[in-house]
């Protein structure tokens, strides 16, 4: 049920129409608090090439939202087989009806559909669509005592009590927080690989419901077919070195032809080539892959959600998941303030208590998993390694439960909307924000014991009842990586 905004309900003007910027304007539809989103360009969706993978705990806010349902239709099935390659098609990994035992394990499963699709569902949820405006690019963010103006291109003012930047990785709202703090963070931007990205139609040999990950040197492949004929494929290639801030590079048409003609031949999986899926190709982009965690989230007014606070590279699909995530912590910490401060407007002080509070909860998980998508990146760009050869064949030897235990690592401590109810969805393991972080299940704390000790005894001789993965002695780094990358190369 939704709540009418009322006069003394702050009103929050979001800078942003994609994943983010909709999910935010949902979750404060819901308690009753006044929004206006501003979408840059001229449609709510455009087809921009890219394709997003929905998880478990993006999929349960979602869920609470009341989008699910329409979500899953619009994907049509779930992915339904995992495989991990090397390019010579020899499988590391393959795990079958996935998407029944892994939502029989957490209530849900994974879909993959076009990032469009699933703008349409979250924009179709809005119920008053004249919140929503587009052709309204954000040039700049005035501050005052009592309340925040924003500009846009088309001369046109919006105002607010506060500014969330849900305007993705180039943020225009994170280069105003530079202006109030008197320091810019851009420099804290980082790329090491970049990525040819597209959605294909008519690509023979893919059996529905695929997910694949194929390993290479310097670079890798994340494929996976979506709704009707459509599969999504991305050649991520490691770049000549890591670069920062303004010195990223930028890339041409011409750029993505060049690495598309250099990778054409090699097999993503067996039938298929790169080259069949690039000449099938209806959208296409070519990027770098910016990865980061702001250390400087908000400033008086104004906060960042999103790609804009925390930017992961792609492959283990928890960008857009986690953007969902902070949404939500945002809303529960302003639904908390609303709540202790009734028949009063919000003041700078508690606003500025609710970003924090925000960024309090939601910094170290997405520290943990920015950092695990790097380092999962390293380990299947770097096949001939010693330290991928090594994990590989740890995974095989894991037992299929052990194996589907590992998505518990990244879903079960996630974000939910804390003032709507949990759907009643069946599943065998409770979230951690449902049982109030009571122990795993036995069996997942049974199988995650069993290879913590093995990996830990082998590796480096350390027992984690004496010592946690972050107290291993730097001389164990091999040890440490296998046992992260077995975890990561898990997660999905």
């Not at 077919?225 to 991520?236: H, K, S």
Request: net charge negative; with cysteine; aromatic share 6%.
């Amino acid at each position: 049920m939704e709540t009418k905004p009322n006069d003394i309900a702050p009103k929050v003007v979001i800078v942003g129409g994609s994943i983010a910027g909709l999910a935010l304007g949902l979750m404060l539809q819901r308690i009753g608090v006044d929004f206006v989103i501003l979408e840059a360009y001229r449609e709510i969706a455009p087809q921009a090439g890219a394709s997003i993978a929905l998880l478990p705990n993006g999929i349960r806010v979602l869920d609470q939202l009341g989008c699910w349902e329409d979500i899953y239709a619009a994907a049509e099935k779930g992915t339904n087989k995992f495989t991990i390659r090397y390019n010579d098609m020899s499988p590391i990994l393959v795990l079958d009806d996935l998407e029944d035992k892994v939502t029989q394990r957490l209530g849900y499963g994974l879909i993959f559909l076009d990032r469009r699709m699933v703008i349409e569902v979250l924009y179709n949820h809005i119920l008053d669509k004249s919140k929503v405006i587009t052709s309204q690019k954000v040039v700049s963010v005035e501050s005052y005592a009592e309340g925040v103006k924003v500009l846009t291109n088309e001369g046109s003012e919006f105002t607010g009590d506060m500014v969330l930047g849900c305007d993705g990785v180039h943020s225009t709202v994170r280069k105003e927080i530079a202006k109030l703090e008197g320091a810019s963070q851009e420099n804290q931007l980082k790329a090491t690989y970049c990525c040819v990205w597209g959605i294909a139609t008519d690509v023979p040999h893919v059996p529905r419901g695929t997910l694949v990950n194929t390993y290479g040197n310097d670079y890798s492949y994340l494929f996976a077919d979506g709704p009707g004929n459509r599969v999504y494929c991305a050649l991520l290639m490691r770049m000549k070195e890591t670069y920062a801030g303004d010195a990223i590079p930028k890339f041409t048409s011409d750029d993505e032809a060049e690495m598309a003609k250099l990778h054409e031949d090699d097999l993503i999986l067996p039938g298929v080539k790169f080259g069949d899926v690039h000449r099938r190709m209806i959208a296409r982009i070519c990027t770098p892959l910016a990865e980061v965690v702001f250390k400087k989230w908000h400033s008086g007014r104004l906060m960042l959600v999103g790609d804009s606070a925390h930017k992961f590279e792609p492959l283990s699909g928890q960008g857009g998941n986690n953007a969902i995530e902070t949404a939500a912590a945002f809303t529960n910490a302003l639904n908390r303030a609303l709540k202790e401060n009734p028949n009063r407007r919000l003041g700078s002080g508690q606003i500025s208590e609710v970003f924090k509070s925000t960024q309090l909860v939601r910094e170290p998980r997405v520290s943990r998993l920015v950092k695990a998508s790097h380092d999962q990146q390293n380990i299947e760009a770097s096949q001939a390694s010693i330290q991928t050869a090594i994990s590989s064949q740890f995974i095989k030897i894991l037992s299929e439960e052990m194996q589907l235990a590992q998505f518990g690592d990244v879903t079960l401590d996630a974000i939910s909307l804390d003032m709507l109810p949990i759907p009643n969805r069946p599943r065998r393991i409770a979230w951690h924000d449902e049982r109030h972080r009571q122990p795993d299940s036995p069996t997942e704390l049974l199988t995650s014991r069993i290879w913590l000790i093995a990996v830990a005894d082998i590796t480096t001789g350390i027992s984690p009842y004496k010592h946690s993965p972050a107290q291993v002695p730097s001389t164990s780094s091999l040890g440490r990586l296998w046992l992260f990358s077995i975890r990561q190369l898990l997660h999905l």
